[in-house]
């Protein structure tokens, strides 16, 4: 792929992790209401464990590209 289309695929990624970590939050909240409301909070748990592990993986693609990106600067 060329630069151009890395930096595109950058911009996405950056804007997906960004939205993940609000939802993260968003989801920590849930499951901090249901616990101190007394209510089983263990399906919302494991969603934000999903949640947790899919930004870890959104990370490492982030991470993939920005390689990509530092080898079409310097070939070797």
């Known amino acids: 792929?060329?630069?151009?289309?890395?930096?595109?695929?950058?911009?996405?990624?950056?804007?997906?992790?960004?939205?993940?970590?609000?939802?993260?939050?968003?989801?920590?909240?849930?499951?901090?209401?249901?616990?101190?409301?007394?209510?089983d909070a263990s399906i919302a748990a494991s969603l934000l464990l999903t949640m947790r592990d899919t930004l870890k993986v959104m990370e490492e693609h982030r991470e993939l590209i920005l390689e990509q990106l530092a080898a079409m600067k310097c070939p070797m």
Do not use: F
């Open 1 to 39: 792929m060329d630069q151009e289309t890395e930096l595109a695929h950058l911009h996405k990624a950056e804007a997906d992790i960004t939205s993940a970590k609000a939802r993260i939050s968003r989801q920590e909240e849930i499951v901090a209401r249901l616990k101190n409301h007394g209510q």
